[in-house]
């Protein structure tokens, strides 16, 4: 079949279904067509086609990167982001712009300026967040990859209500330029997978150095598909047991539980370790996040691009008013508690002491690699729940993050992937974190239990 046929699917199956899922906000068939019109006429490229959809805060070039506020509704990107140009260079096809929480603040995909993606399992329940439009898409079957970003988890968690895999790299590994940023120190672009394999393909073209992103690193970048069907046995993998108790969903632990065992069937040693701060990642997340966050999003002022508001008599009002009528209620939350932290006699008790706990956090992982390779646990402590059972409970809300900000404060790769399904019939993903540039390992031990142990159901809303 060839790329066009191949892309006019995808798009009808995006086009077919958004109505019902809201997964896409903005679907580019005219630019899809006639890139995979392109690539049919040059034989050869690396990723042969494949249709992808990209989280609406990467920049895209002249295309709608609205970050899912309306702040920026009818903002189009002047540029491609490092990553886009590196999938369009490997013969990729962007199909559309997915949705996301505003400026990738959420859990849910809740706090969307245009209403929430729906997850495909049961769309009355919400498919995680910031990303869930891009993990929608991958889940329906409408892409086999797509891009999301991650601050504090925002692909991982996805991915794990959604029944796929979800990867986020080592910091430094995939560049940021053209990301929008949210929390600088933390964010990264992560990838959506139907599987590993997937997951791999994308990453070995979109990783490695950027002159653009000072904060990428100049690291050798492995051929991840060629390692996927190692053997693992002789790995070693830790499990935290403090962090399987109170809190977890008993679904969750059950097939968590069980997904150690079936690393042992597949020859990986099983050691007990500690992460002593973990406990701590929430509390010093939300106000790391939130301090860098607020100082992030002072540039969306009304003045250089986006929205806005009309009919302010001077300069400050027209600041006040573009901010209250374009941010929702969840940036503004942030921003607040941003501006809180940062704030004279509140910096050095909140922010300073913040980050000296990161760096504790960070000695934990560094002490924990010294004897496993890999280290699982949950990835969410529940399965997905129903559309506003948490909105008017943010605490409620950022405890779904709790088994995922670690990695990111300490900058390690980690991935999620499928474990088994609940009583309901919802999707469970267990969540592997490695040590700094061992994206190889995390792959290889998630591609053998995969295809070990698949995940046989599918969603009810999939297109095959």
């Excluded at 790299?169 to 053209?178: A, D, F, L, Q, V």
């Excluded at 993998?237 to 108790?245: D, E, K, N, Q, T």
């Excluded at 605490?395 to 474990?419: F, R």
Aim: glycine share 10%; net charge negative.
């Amino acid at each position: 079949m060839s790329i066009v046929s191949n892309t006019e699917k995808a798009l009808d199956n995006a086009e077919r279904l958004n109505g019902e899922l809201n997964a896409f906000l903005s679907i580019e068939r005219e630019h899809a067509l006639g890139r995979a019109a392109e690539l049919d006429a040059v034989a050869g490229s690396k990723l042969n086609g494949l249709a992808v959809a990209v989280k609406d805060n990467i920049c895209t070039k002249g295309m709608r990167t609205s970050c899912g506020s309306h702040i920026l509704n009818d903002y189009k990107a002047h540029y491609d982001a490092t990553a886009i140009k590196r999938l369009n260079d490997a013969g990729a096809v962007m199909v559309g712009k997915t949705n996301m929480d505003e400026f990738a603040m959420g859990s849910s995909n809740e706090t969307s300026a245009f209403g929430p993606a729906k997850n495909p399992w049961d769309v009355t329940r919400v498919p995680g967040g910031s990303s869930g439009g891009s993990a929608v898409a991958v889940a329906s079957g409408v892409v086999r990859a797509a891009l999301g970003s991650e601050t504090g988890g925002s692909v991982r968690q996805p991915a794990s209500l959604c029944g796929i895999v979800g990867f986020k790299p080592t910091y430094g590994r995939i560049s940021r330029y053209g990301l929008v940023a949210f929390a600088s120190s933390l964010d990264n672009i992560g990838i959506f997978g139907q599987t590993t394999r997937d997951v791999a393909d994308v990453l070995g073209v979109i990783a490695g150095r950027d002159p653009l992103d000072s904060t990428s690193a100049d690291v050798p970048v492995p051929d991840y598909a060629a390692t996927l069907d190692n053997d693992i046995a002789g790995k070693t993998i830790g499990v935290p047991r403090a962090l399987l108790g109170e809190g977890l969903d008993e679904d969750v632990s059950e097939k968590v539980l069980a997904s150690i065992d079936n690393f042992e069937k597949l020859g990986a040693k099983i050691v007990d370790i500690e992460l002593p701060y973990a406990k701590y990642g929430i509390a010093v997340y939300y106000i790391i996040a939130t301090a860098e966050a607020s100082s992030n999003l002072a540039r969306f002022d009304g003045v250089r691009y986006g929205f806005r508001a009309e009919d302010a008599p001077g300069l400050r009002e027209m600041y006040f008013k573009t901010r209250e009528e374009g941010f929702g209620a969840e940036v503004k939350r942030r921003i607040m508690l941003g501006t809180y932290v940062l704030s004279s006699g509140y910096y050095d008790a909140y922010y300073s002491k913040a980050q000296k706990v990161r760096a504790l956090v960070k000695r934990d992982y560094a002490t924990a690699f010294e004897k496993c390779d890999a280290i699982l646990t949950p990835t969410s402590p529940s399965v997905a729940f129903k559309l506003g059972e948490k909105s008017d409970d943010p605490i409620s809300m950022y405890l779904n993050d709790i088994y995922t900000v670690s990695a990111n404060l300490a900058g390690v790769p980690a991935i999620s992937v499928p474990c088994g399904l609940s009583s309901e019939g919802l999707p469970i993903g267990v969540q592997l974190v490695g040590n700094f540039w061992s994206e190889d390992v995390l792959l290889n031990l998630a591609s053998k239990y995969e295809t070990a142990f698949p995940l046989e159901a599918k969603p009810s809303i999939y297109v095959g």
